[in-house]
């Protein structure tokens, strides 16, 4: 039997087509078996989260964004669910979430690809339902369901390290974890990452702790400098001739691995045509309509070269984030990816400063 409760929340409501934000009061929610409710502490705005409101991906409406956050519960449903520590989750658990729920049962699920599951339910991208109201980050509350990879995180880290583990620190470890069924061992390699976004400066600071030798790719000479407090040895503009530059100098002819984060259909382009023999080109940016990038197959049959896409994460993808977090937190700057912090209320001035791009993230605060 389901548990209702009664709550003072907020949700901002966002109903396409260019439209503002509208708050919408919810009085009560209907925990069933599994779920969770928990108060949102902070919440950071995603890349994808600005594409959605400036019309680039198409999202069911309305609805509530947001889906990078840390929060406390607060209330469960009949049966409280298994955490990824193995402990129950308990009403006061600071936590944070996996970017879906799903069934467990499905084929894909069975396969190892929850996060492509049959019966998905993403967080920050559903339609708004009656029974679901609290679906996304961008709240005072979120209703978690049933299938949700939740993490209790303690209270050692700030919010700013670890609202972001949700979607791109996750992430992250979901690529670096992909390079790794070609080239298990980074020590000694030469790694090039195009797009200095969090993904991007999570995946240097990763890889360089695995022995990596990093080189960054970012149009931005901010980004640049700032990827090289995160790993980097170097950091270039989009030049390819700067690029082979920055390799030679630090003793490589090519990069043995690429991890595309930026999107940009000409950096796809450039990573198949740069990478090694034997190379491995991880696509990860690349999660909106572009142009096409033409592949010459013979390339990659004759270079040995694999070519891999990431999206969204599997549970052991947050685990590994939040132990990343946990270890790196003193040796790169984490909490500064979050330049700016904004009320709830005012969530579309934040968006707007999202796009602009001088921060990493900004954040939105609930209360």
Known sequence: MNERMNVDATAMLWRGDGAPHEPMAVAAVELAAGEVLVEIELATICGSDVHTTRGDRATPVPTVLGHEQVGRVVALGPEAPTALDGAQVAVGDRVVWSIFAACADCDR????????????????????????????????????????????????????????????????????????????????????????????????????????????VDPSEDRCRLSLRFGAADAVGTGVAELSEALEALGFEAPELWFEASGASRAVAAAVAAI??????????????GPSVAVDPE?????????????NYAPQHL?????????????????????????LEDLDDALVAAAGGGHVRIGVRPR
């Open 109 to 216: 699920c069975r396969g190892g690809l929850p996060q492509k599951c049959r019966r998905l339910r993403k967080y920050g991208h559903e339609r708004t339902e009656p029974r679901w109201q609290l679906g996304g980050g961008f709240a005072t509350h979120a209703h978690l369901l049933a299938g949700t990879a939740i993490a209790r995180v303690g209270d050692e880290l700030p919010a700013e390290v670890l609202a972001p583990l949700s979607c791109g620190t996750a992430t992250a470890a979901a690529a670096l974890d992909a390079a790794r069924r070609t080239h298990p061992h980074l020590r000694g390699r030469a790694v090039v990452i195009s797009g200095a976004g969090l993904i991007g400066l999570t995946l240097a600071a990763m890889a360089s702790d695995a022995g990596a030798t990093v080189v960054v």
């Open 276 to 289: 090694d023999l034997g190379g491995a080109v991880v696509l990860i940016g690349s999660v909106s309509p």
């Open 299 to 311: 390339r990659i049959v004759r270079g040995l070269v694999t070519l891999t896409g990431v999206h």
């Open 319 to 343: 685990a590994a984030a939040i132990a990343f977090a946990h270890d790196a937190v003193m040796r790169y700057p984490l909490a500064e990816l979050v330049g700016a912090t904004e009320p």
